[in-house]
């Protein structure tokens, strides 16, 4: 199906049922059971999901392939913002031109950094895009501050043009994000018994087109030219003393990755029309890198997990506080709930970093391949060893 | 030509298919169907405290959430009442909000934007909280602000000081107890005038964002107002840690007066630095080299230790004030935690007050009912005497404190001395000046 083989439809289909069926997925606790604070589904969150997702593929089309380690992929998510925020400002508040935008800008930014920065490889490249992103982030921070309207970040007001939109509703109101009428926040909720599912129009709109890029990737990973930058990333001198340039592959490859970011940016503007600063911080570029070698380098399916891994950390451990944990533990003696509670407090809450980081570390030192290689792992325990051999596939990092 | 091989099941098929494609769309646009965002339905309603408790401000952030949970206990009935005792409006009974108990989700800003709008996102959209408020820094609280309009309940404001919160971001949804940068400036103006004289010259570093920019612009106002002469302003990057570049210039510009437009660590660091370069002990044209703070804060003098002595700036409140609200606040505060209460965590405290007994006097959680309860509302015994909540930009006017650093300090709460209290009459200023033009209330939006 789609040019693809067997498998990778599978894949592709898993991925599309999955970001389908998110909000039943992410919903698995009634609303008012003690366990509802695990609870994912609701759409903001998932709405980050896919789009987090869509960056870390990106991310993964430059580095799971070529190699290169970008540390200033976070600029590109920024530039996307910026230019769909001002779309929303002064065109009118559909997302589409605002989204074609974004990958537009951030594309051609991207061209520029690229090109300096490819001048030179491993930790110098790494080393340039990071500078790269954040002068960026100074720039948008303090000196573009009338483009970016610096710190507090660029949002709508009452009176922009918005020449093909209206200003403002008939209510004096800012108008809302929409696709030909349909509004991004518009969210049906479903109740089903104890259970409450969301469905968001906006989180479909991302969810459509993180399958677009989801198979957009597997095309560009299947593809003679994907080939090409696994050639980069084995040996790229090798490459070259043959006679082939190297350069306007990993080029291209670095330019398709920031378009992914600046598609990524786009989206996150238009479900929350505001763009800050602290998008293009390198903390957020960093992040990308800890999705992608979290979920697995190199493997189609693994920045997907790994982007999902850490949004779920970031929002829901960092809300469970002291109080939710004395509910929890409320049945045991006060002297020993006390002592639970000040053992597990500093990994929740505030600590939330704490806990990604020991399992960061322990994701790297046991299973290398991310959690790619440890549900391959599973899979085998259950499959026997014989089939494990056999699967030479897109699940394996590509080396 | 083609072949149509219509059957009936077919036809069924196609038509059941197409029916449900084409109503797809319309079940996105069905909402639930009452009348605001969140209308709680259960004996309980929730609120959401959205503080940094990581970053540069995790100090502040800490201390508004202590203050929070008091707000809640005191609303619901427990401890020992605070301020409920002497707050001028009487509708709270101590049973919740209007009869709901309160509960409340928290969550951390990181003082960042975009995550501060993701926390405040899930308050609303997973937890169902009725109200958001919080926020360390102005940046926060503006991008906030703007979110809470959008999804349609109320703003209550933390510790924001940008003239720009009520000024050209400010919302219909968005209110503001903490003063501003503007209020900052009056306040101080005529106290450095009888202590340094109305000829003085000023040098300006400035921390490099919305905050600092407005803070200078207000406090330059208010200087050259009295006849100081500004020598130069110098924008210093937020994430500096040592200033000494910045101070080295100061010795030779001639001016007599350092302000610093820091706030937090910034603050520490640039202060610390001015005293290691001997800039106190200095003399130009004749007179002591001065150095003064806008905003002032406990936690800071805290950091920055013995150098604050005798430093002056302008603070929101401070816990050795002598009416009734603010002792019955300390008390309860220190019987809780064991120590006085930051000005950060006043205003919040205060502001989810505020929040509850507008609703109560409303007699509905409607975002709109609840914004027309609080504007032009007046009221006292919150600790800063008269306090007016201005309908036209959603800004508390009451009294502003000038303090100074202790020269003698007789413990670690013990930093800050009152020097003067400023009357509100002095500090307001008209909803359209120039300082805060630009913005637009609208309308308030109930959301659903």
């Known amino acids: 199906m789609f040019g693809l083989d067997k498998r990778d439809t599978t894949l592709l289909l898993i991925v599309a049922g999955l970001t389908i069926f998110a909000p039943f997925i992410l919903n698995p606790f009634p609303t008012d059971s003690g366990l509802a604070q695990f609870n994912a589904g609701y759409p903001d969150l998932m709405q980050r999901f896919v789009i987090f997702g869509i960056f870390a593929i990106g991310f993964n089309i430059l580095f799971g392939l070529t190699g290169y380690l970008s540390f200033g992929h976070a600029a590109f998510l920024g530039v996307g913002s910026y230019s769909a925020v001002w779309m929303f400002k002064l065109l009118s508040m559909n997302v589409l031109p605002a989204i074609i935008l974004s990958v537009i800008i951030a594309g051609l930014f991207a061209l520029v950094i690229g090109y300096v920065s490819l001048r030179r490889s491993g930790i110098y490249f790494s080393i340039l ?23 507090t970040g660029l949002q709508l007001t009452l009176d922009d043009p918005r020449v093909l939109g209206q200003t403002a509703t008939a209510d004096g109101s800012i108008p809302v994000t929409n696709l030909f009428g349909l509004e991004m926040r518009g969210t049906y909720e479903m109740a089903m018994g104890p259970w409450a599912f969301q469905f968001n129009m906006g989180y479909y709109l991302c969810a459509l087109v993180l399958i677009a890029a989801f198979y957009l990737s597997i095309r560009i990973f299947r593809s003679p030219f994907g080939m090409m930058l696994r050639a980069v990333k084995s040996n790229q001198q090798r490459m070259n003393y ?112 704490l806990t990604l980081g020991i399992l960061f570390m322990l994701v790297v030192i046991y299973l290398p391949g991310g959690l790619v290689e440890g549900g391959q792992r599973i899979g085998g325990w259950f499959k026997g060893r014989k089939k494990s051999d056999a699967r030479q596939s897109e699940t394996n990092p590509a080396e | 030509m083609s072949k149509t091989d219509l059957s009936r099941r077919g036809l069924l098929r196609t038509g059941a298919v197409t029916s449900a494609g084409l109503a797809l769309p319309t079940i996105f646009t069905a909402q639930s169907a009452s009348a605001f965002t969140n209308d709680p339905t259960g004996g309980t309603v929730t609120l959401g405290f959205n503080v940094p408790q990581t970053g540069p401000y995790a100090d502040e952030g800490a201390d508004e959430l202590r203050a929070y949970q008091l707000a809640v206990e005191h609303l619901n009935g427990e401890g020992d009442g605070g301020m409920l005792n002497t707050f001028s409006s009487k509708a709270l009974e101590g049973s919740g909000i209007l009869g709901k108990k309160v509960e409340y989700v928290t969550g951390d800003t990181q003082t960042k934007s975009d995550a501060a709008r993701a926390s405040a996102k899930s308050m609303i959209e997973k937890d169902g909280a009725i109200m958001i408020t919080g ?111 910045y101070i080295a210039p100061v010795l030779n510009s001639g001016a007599d007066v350092l302000v610093l437009n ?17 800039l106190r002990e200095k003399e130009v044209n004749g007179r002591n080299f001065e150095i003064v703070v806008p905003l002032y804060s406990r936690l800071m003098a805290k950091g920055a230790g013995a150098n604050v002595k005798g430093i002056h700036g302008s603070t929101n409140w401070h816990w050795s004030l002598q009416d009734e609200g603010s002792k019955a606040f300390v008390r309860s505060f220190g019987t809780k935690y064991g120590f006085p209460p ?28 609840v914004a027309e309860a609080l504007e032009d509302f007046e009221f006292d015994g919150m600790g800063n005497g008269k306090t007016l909540y ?25 930093l800050l001395e009152v020097v003067e209290v400023t009357p509100r009459e002095q500090v307001e200023y008209a909803a359209d000046h120039p300082m805060f033009a630009g913005g637009n209330l609208g309308s308030c939006n109930p959301g659903a």
Not at chain 2, 342 to 368: E, I, K, M
Not at chain 2, 390 to 409: I, M, S, T, Y
Request: net charge negative.
């Open chain 1, 129 to 151: 895009t990071l500078a790269f992103a954040q002068m960026s982030f100074s720039l948008a921070y303090s000196v573009l501050t009338p483009i970016t309207n610096g710190e």
């Open chain 1, 242 to 353: 043959t006679g082939l340039n190297s350069k306007p592959y990993t080029l291209a490859a670095f330019v398709i990755s920031g378009m992914y970011a600046g598609l990524a940016g786009g989206l996150m503007a238009s479900m929350d029309p505001l763009a800050g600063a602290e998008r293009m911080q390198w903390t957020a570029s960093g992040e990308v890198v800890l999705m992608t070698i979290l979920g697995g380098a190199g493997t189609l399916i693994g920045p997907v997990l790994g982007a999902g891994f850490i949004k779920y950390f970031e929002n829901i451990f960092s809300k469970i506080n002291s109080n939710v944990l004395h509910s929890w533990f409320s049945f045991l003696p006060d002297g020993l709930e006390d002592f639970i509670v000040f053992i597990i407090y500093p990994f929740i809450g505030k600590g939330w970093h």
């Open chain 2, 135 to 245: 926020g360390s820094s102005s940046g926060v609280a503006i991008a906030v602000q703007g979110l809470c309009q959008e999804a349609g309940v109320i703003f209550m404001a933390g510790l924001t000081h940008s003239n720009d919160t009520t000024g050209k971001d400010k919302k219909a949804n968005g209110f503001r107890h903490f003063f501003n940068a503007y209020m900052s400036g009056a306040a101080l103006a005529p106290v450095l005038k009888n202590l340094y004289g109305d000829d003085r010259k000023a040098y300006h570093l400035t921390a490099d964002y919305t905050w600092g920019w407005t803070q200078e612009e207000s406090i330059k106002a208010a200087t050259e107002a009295l006849g100081w002469e500004t020598v130069n302003t110098v924008k210093t990057p937020l994430a500096a840690t040592d200033f000494s570049s």
């Open chain 2, 262 to 278: 820091h706030y937090g660590g910034n603050m520490v660091n640039s202060l610390t630095n001015a005293v290691q370069f001997g």
């Open chain 2, 342 to 369: 930051s000005q950060a965590a006043h205003t919040c405290y205060v502001q989810t007050l505020l929040y509850a007994d507008a609703v109560q006097r409303a007699g509905s959680f409607n975002p709109c009912a």
């Open chain 2, 390 to 414: 201005r309908g036209a930009d959603h800004q508390c006017f009451k009294d502003v404190l000038v303090v100074r650093g202790k020269e003698n300090p007789t413990s670690e709460f013990d």
